[in-house]
């Protein structure tokens, strides 16, 4: 083989071929990525395998039309903890072919295949849930929008509901169900939750969501990649960086374009930035629901100064508009950056007060500690990622376990706790945000200067293993993983000619939602909103 | 361990911050000055999702923060529509909201106003085309006010808040 392959990744070969006698199809290689093609029969005997050896299974996706094949291609992402290169087993299905069901044994795999589902209607033989997912009872029958077939354009809605979403049932005596949602008491996003409860305590817990699906997989087909930058960045509002961020990098590396170091470092600035104010908002969040507005107040105002000081920075308080394959669209002003490093100073004292005096409430502690638990046993099998893992003792970081950009070269302290609770939850994340104060101000120490935009443009390319195909742009495909304020998120493109042809997206929202129905379980109702913000999850970024 | 009678003693977290934004206490206080002419004393809006990226949530909710902590200008909150004059409706109309969001606007009683909130509440913004989303709000709700942005600043809603009631007297 004359690819170069890393230590890492020839043992990835190894495992998979000493599961059967038989060399694996290399489909392709990139930077910690291996795509091995697998016939069906080879996979059924794989993956159980793959879950003994602690793989766990991050991303299950699908296309249609991939490389010169007709049909559908199912994508299953495995990845070992800490290890950076992730497996990526590519299976070519026949025409109305369906796929066995692996969400036995990777539970993580059931929102997945319902997802394929719902978008390709692809059957899985085997599952234990078949429901719709984001597809509710308003759209007909045999409706599959991600299909190649089905041009986007309004539909016509379902006239009468087809099929009814089943809630689960818990029945017996004293049990009763509370519904509550779509739409909330508060200024939040719409998403249902029906809790079964004994009088107090919850019983059981079962959430709805996909109120929000906006179909953005679909409206980036055909679309350039710059154009889609701005839906990447309508993924999930305070991780539009974060998107847009991994939407370029797997641009870039289709491309073959070498980001400017300058643009890498501004890049994992504004990243840190939008931690910061996002871990902050669920901190504020945390104390309001215990009824602590002395402790809330202040991590709002520095909250809304990091709004402003991203104004600053970009023009926007969101960070929009400025992120691009190949860079940055525009510099930030040298005048903007001298000021981050006081006012970071300023923003430290202020919040190691409200953190001290948080810390020192006994009201405080009891309501936090032992309160919605994760256990550690969790997170594997569903994939959870971001600060609810590390409080749950598991220490993976996307940002240190596969550094990209400027995080080769500058890590961020971990932070990790071992209880899963409320308290540690709240604990990581003060770690978190103290963590980016330190990286942001290493980052913008001795900033090289130059341009921030790399110069080969219309994404051609200037090497790498993209093919180039008559002049038009580049062809080929690429995963990004990147470490969002509330996890790992998965960008996944694919490129015919420069044009978009599948773009998908999985952000840790998606996966760290279903933890919430554990962590719920003999809490008491009061505590549900405690718990919910302490997890803080995305409906938007889960709905797409 | 910060000790607890500090908290008698010491100068409140707080004092310390001086933030005082000229333009935003003018739109406040004819805000406030208007509310009684139509709404009694006070203004109350029903936040609605309809299928936002979730930034308009944020800037929505940062009204209330120290910053601008709108209340003070007779702007509240409500959890239910059935207390609501204004429904402040955010994001694209999704097809899986749809129902929900006319509900909702059926539970408020008369008389009753809807401000659509960001680009994709105005006309779809950059979802228009999809087979997800019906459009804009008007699509489904009689929207009387529209604040564009993406997603519009505090100091833009609170001016939309503004030709809200300035249009209610009228």
Redesign the interface.
């Known amino acids: 083989m004359s690819i170069k392959m890393s230590k890492d990744k020839m043992e990835l070969l190894s495992i998979v071929s000493s599961i059967k006698e038989e060399e694996p199809e290399l489909l392709s290689t990139r930077e910690n990525e291996v795509y091995l093609k697998i016939s069906e029969s080879r996979f059924k005997d794989i993956y159980p395998s793959l879950a003994e050896r602690k793989f766990s299974l991050t991303g299950l996706f699908c296309a249609e039309a991939f490389e010169k094949k007709d049909g559908l291609t199912l994508f299953y992402i495995f990845k070992q903890e800490s290890k950076p290169p992730v497996l990526i087993l590519v299976r070519e299905l026949e025409r109305e072919e369906k796929a066995v069901s692996i969400a036995e044994t990777f539970p993580s795999a059931s929102w997945f295949e319902r997802e394929v589902r719902d978008g390709f209607g692809l059957e899985f033989t085997g599952a234990f849930d078949t429901r719709r997912l984001?597809l509710?009872e308003?759209?007909p029958e045999g409706f599959h929008?991600l299909q190649k077939a089905?041009k986007?354009?309004?539909?016509s809605?379902a006239e009468a509901p087809c099929t009814e979403y089943r809630f689960r049932q818990v029945k017996g005596e004293g049990v009763y169900q509370i519904p509550v949602g779509?739409?909330h008491?508060?200024?939040?996003?719409?998403g249902h939750f029906r809790f079964s409860v004994i009088g107090e305590p919850i019983f059981s817990l079962e959430i709805r969501l996909?109120?929000?699906?906006?179909?953005i997989e679909?409206?980036a087909e055909g679309k350039t990649p710059s154009e889609c930058v701005?839906?990447a960045?309508?993924?999930?509002?305070?991780e539009?960086m974060a998107n847009a961020a991994g939407f370029c990098m797997a641009v870039e590396q289709v491309c073959g374009i070498n980001v400017s170091e300058r643009a890498e470092r501004l890049r994992a600035v504004m990243l840190e930035l939008e931690r910061i104010y996002s871990l902050l908002?669920d901190l504020a969040g945390m104390a309001v629901d215990v009824g602590f507005a002395?402790v809330a107040?202040?991590f709002?105002?520095l909250?809304?100064e990091i709004?402003r000081q991203n104004e600053k920075l970009t023009g926007s308080?969101?960070l929009?508009g400025i992120t691009v394959p190949g860079g940055l669209k525009k510099d930030i002003p040298d005048s903007s950056l001298k000021e981050l490093p006081v006012f970071l100073g300023r923003f430290s004292r202020?919040f190691e007060?409200?953190y001290?005096?948080a810390?020192?409430?006994s009201s405080l502690i009891d309501r936090f500690a032992t309160t919605g638990v994760i256990k550690k046993e969790l997170v594997s099998p569903l994939n959870l990622t971001g600060p609810l893992a590390r409080a749950s003792g598991c220490p993976a970081d996307t940002r240190l376990d596969r550094p990209y950009g400027a995080y080769r070269n500058f890590a961020p302290e971990p932070s990790m706790r071992k209880k899963g609770d409320v308290l540690s939850r709240f604990e990581v994340k003060a770690d978190e945000i103290r963590a980016s104060v330190a990286l942001i101000l290493s980052l913008i120490e001795n900033l090289p200067k130059g341009p921030v935009f790399a110069e080969s443009t219309g994404y051609a390319g200037n090497g790498g293993s993209s093919e180039v195909t008559n002049n038009s742009g580049a062809t080929g495909y690429s995963l990004a993983l990147i470490e969002a304020p509330r996890g790992q998120n998965l960008h996944w493109v694919y490129l015919k000619n420069g044009i978009v042809d599948r773009y998908k997206i999985r952000t840790a929202s998606f996966c760290n939602w279903q933890a919430i129905e554990h962590a719920v379980i003999g809490n008491i109702v009061p505590d549900f909103p405690l718990i919910n913000k302490s997890l803080n999850l995305?409906?938007?970024?889960t709905?797409l | 361990?910060?000790?607890?009678l500090s908290?008698f003693f010491h100068p409140?977290?707080?004092e310390?911050?001086e933030?005082r934004n000229e333009e935003l206490e003018a739109i406040g206080a004819k805000i406030k000055k208007e509310i009684p002419k139509v709404f009694g004393h006070s203004l109350a809006i029903r936040?609605?999702?309809?299928?936002?990226?979730?930034?308009?949530?944020?800037?929505?909710?940062?009204l209330g923060?120290?910053?601008y902590d709108v209340e003070r200008f007779g702007i509240s909150?409500v959890?239910?529509?059935r207390h609501a004059d204004v429904l402040l409706v955010t994001?694209?109309v999704?097809?899986?909201?749809?129902?929900?969001a006319k509900k909702?606007y059926e539970a408020m009683p008369y008389p009753k106003y809807v401000i659509a909130v960001g680009d994709d509440a105005c006309d779809g913004g950059?979802?228009k085309?999809?087979?997800?989303?019906?459009g804009g709000v008007d699509k489904i709700l009689p929207v009387d006010v529209k604040i564009p942005g993406?997603?519009p600043?505090p100091k833009e809603i609170m001016q939309g808040i503004f030709a809200l009631v300035k249009k209610a007297r009228e």
């Not at chain 1, 986007?152 to 539909?155: A, F, K, R």
């Not at chain 1, 960045?233 to 305070?238: F, H, P, R, T």
């Open positions: 984001f509710h308003c759209y929008p089905f986007n354009g309004p539909i809605t779509p739409v008491a508060g200024i939040i996003e719409p996909f109120y929000k699906h906006r179909g679909k409206l701005p839906l960045e309508a993924v999930s509002g305070d539009s908002g002395l107040s202040p709002f105002v909250r809304e709004f308080r969101f929009r202020t007060s409200a001290d005096r810390m020192s409430s995305s409906y938007a970024g709905d | 361990m910060v000790n607890p908290l409140k977290v707080t310390t911050f933030f936040e609605l999702d309809s299928g936002s990226d979730n930034s308009t949530e944020i800037e929505i909710s940062n923060n120290p910053h909150f959890a239910s529509p994001g694209a999704t097809l899986n909201m749809a129902e929900a909702t950059i979802y085309g999809s087979y997800a989303v019906l993406n997603p600043s």
